[in-house]
């Protein structure tokens, strides 16, 4: 993020809709967001349309009533974690996970930062605007946290990591980059066009065999990244459309993986 990408998602995503939401629900075309002064926000002067602006929250007290901070942001990256490390587990090839890391593109990242924001519910939306506006209702949602509940036995299955602690993944979770580093236009193109080519799944099952499917999870994951590949480069598709059958990519490889289990000794027995 940076001032000018700021500044265009605010005149041509932010106020537009925020228009359509008045207008649909007959508010007044008027709106306020409230951001922090963060290097890559433009000076809240130049966030001005009609009567629609952006304010920024007073130093030091982010971290006590910014909403985004107020549990969201957490659930966010644990979320985005999971997705990574299912994606490390749900890998075919006989890799290691530094090469297996090293496939992972910015393209993959912004799509898992998708689809965490879209797994983000409804109640920790509003429970987090309770420090900043207490008078505000809303029905208490209690949601079981995501680094107890998944994340410690997904990197459990991480070779080398049978015995993390479960102190480890929460410091995994909470860090934080104090700093950015900044990419031109043409360093994101590369590097999202530097997709590794077609990673067809291997024509063995491993385990699919054991279920009764009339198409195999495998198969399934193997033809949604086909059709995937094709939407994304069809003129008429839309992000809906790329997140629609990237969902259904992950319920396949999530499934397959699902089913698949380590091999005991015994099983090679003749």
């Known amino acids: 993020m940076d001032r000018a990408l700021f500044q265009e998602w605010f005149e041509k995503q932010f106020v ?6 008045n207008e649909e629900n007959g508010l007044p075309d008027r709106s306020l967001l409230l951001i922090d002064n963060a290097p890559s926000h433009p000076d809240d002067l130049e966030l001005v349309i009609g009567d629609i602006k952006a304010i920024f929250l007073p130093p030091n007290v982010t971290s006590i009533i910014q909403p985004m901070d107020q549990g969201v942001l957490q659930a966010l990256k644990q979320n985005y974690r999971k997705k990574l490390l299912r994606s490390l587990l749900e890998e075919n090839e006989d890799l290691t996970i530094l090469q297996k890391l090293k496939k992972i593109t910015i393209k993959d990242v912004i799509f898992w930062v998708a689809e965490a924001w879209e797994n983000t519910s409804v109640g920790a939306l509003q429970k987090s605007w309770k420090n900043l506006w207490p008078d505000l209702q809303f029905v208490e949602e209690v949601v079981p946290p995501v680094n107890e509940c998944e994340l410690l036995p997904l990197v459990k299955k991480i070779p080398g990591c049978e015995n993390v602690e ?3 993944v929460d410091k995994w979770t909470a860090v934080d980059d104090k700093g950015f580093e900044e990419y031109t236009d043409e360093d994101i193109v590369a ?8 990673d067809s799944c291997s024509s063995e099952d491993e385990g699919d065999a054991q279920t009764t499917d009339i198409v195999p999870h495998s198969a399934a994951a193997s033809a949604f990244d086909l059709a995937l590949r094709y939407v994304e480069q069809h003129a008429a598709a839309t992000p809906n459309d790329v997140m629609l059958i990237r969902r259904w990519r992950n319920i396949a490889s999530s499934s397959r993986f699902s089913v698949l289990r380590q091999k005991k000794i015994t099983d090679f027995r003749s």
Do not use: F, L, S, T
């Not at 590097?191 to 077609?198: H, I, S």
């Open 16 to 21: 537009p809709n925020v228009r359509a939401y």
């Open 166 to 168: 479960k102190e480890c």
């Open 191 to 198: 590097q999202v066009q530097g997709v590794p080519a077609d």
